[in-house]
């Protein structure tokens, strides 16, 4: 089982605000993994992608791994891969970090956005120097050409916690643990009115 | 020769990127920029031999970017080239095809091939020729007819296929651009001025540019540099050495 997972992290948040919180307190520890998750999304948002708006790379511990799979849909007419969980909302649609078939790492696919094909119709770009393109739809990535679906993929992505369970890998870079807990009180700062149940007699004060 | 595709990973690795999310971007203003060095920098001639149509009309090709030369392969195995004549005309039927304009006497110039062999040919020998026509291409003469991407010949063209020399596109391999090493730098200081322009202000865009032109130069120098050989060469042509008793 995974340390770094949304739970461990919520326990963080809810030691940091109500140390002696029993379990039955109202500031529960799904609403404190809900805080950490939210505030991991706004950080990430904010403070990576300003501090690096020239790159536009989001590096550190925020990446998780998955795989992945291609399928073909029948109805239609088109190759693609459901996402494992569903990612972060970023500009270029960042949320999904880099995908390549499991045993060629050098060969990353190429995100492009919906409507390429046709906003690239005659323009040489289109053909993408013979590299997979994909486009991310909904929860899933479609592919713009035809694919292998006998290989496995690997998926870098940067989730979304409310798809994860609680003991799934959750990743959050340690340089930024202070940054999105501060974030979180501030978050739930109204949250703080509520006393500290300090009785666990399954009535939340 | 090296890709394209490896000189966006060198710009991306100079930008510090290492997804693909510029990429697609990146790819799309280098070919603008190929295109550009294309033209300017090192862009080569190609030729291709067409066959005009019954009509005296010869398509361009899909690649065609604006024509050297026109010419018809002689006898000899040597090129003649066409005479440029924009008044030319090939009008189209009532169906949209090309119909041979009907010649009239007035259109009928003096000194043609045919009338001037005609008028000095009696007896079985030439008598001589007419004095002070001509001074233009006798193998044809065509105009380029833009509009319509195609290039129209005159009637009096000597060969079945013409020859033609023309600046093309910048072409695509297997699906993959392959570029001159000399076009690396350029390449991706054309790509930093073109996405960064809007975003760094007036003075900074400024220098992104210069920037890109400077490569741009470096790369023409690199291109047109000779070597010893070639100069001792040129400047030797037209000596030869002393006989030696």
Known sequence: ?205 | MITLDSVIEDLQAELGSNTQHDYEHLLTLMVRGLEDLHYDVNGYMKRKEIEPDSMGTVQLPDDFVKEVKIGVVTAGGGLVFLGRNQNIFKGLDNCGNISSPQQNNLAYGIGTASSSSVNHYQNGEIIGAYYGVGGRSTAGEFRMNRAENRIELSSNLTSSVVVLDYIARPEQVNGKFHVHEFLREPLMRYAMWKSQRWFVGTQAAHQLEKSYVNAKNWARVRFGGMSQTELLDIIRRNFSQTPKF
């Open chain 1, 1 to 205: 089982m995974a340390t770094r997972t949304k739970r461990y992290y919520g326990n963080q948040l809810q030691e940091l605000l109500y140390p002696s919180a029993t379990t039955d307190a109202k500031f529960d520890i799904q609403t404190a993994m809900a805080a950490v998750g939210q505030a991991t999304a706004s950080y990430v948002k904010i403070n990576i992608l300003q501090n690096k708006a020239f790159t536009r790379t989001v590096s550190g511990n925020w990446v998780a791994e998955y795989e992945g799979e291609v399928k073909w849909d029948e109805d239609r007419l088109r190759y693609f891969s459901d996402l494992p969980v569903s990612v972060i909302s970023l500009p270029k649609d960042q949320g999904v970090y880099l995908v390549h078939y499991a045993g060629k790492p050098e060969e990353a696919f190429i995100p492009t956005s919906i409507g390429f094909l046709s906003s690239r119709r005659n323009n040489m770009s289109q053909r993408l120097e013979g590299k997979t393109g994909y486009v991310l739809v909904e929860d899933r990535l479609v592919y713009l050409q035809e694919m292998n679906t006998d290989c496995k993929l690997l998926m870098y992505l940067i989730p979304n916690h409310s798809d994860l369970d609680e003991d799934d890998y959750f990743p959050i870079d340690d340089s930024a643990i202070t940054d999105i807990m501060k974030m979180a009180v501030e978050l739930y700062q109204l949250q703080k009115g509520i006393p500290q149940d300090l009785q666990n007699d399954n009535i939340s004060q």
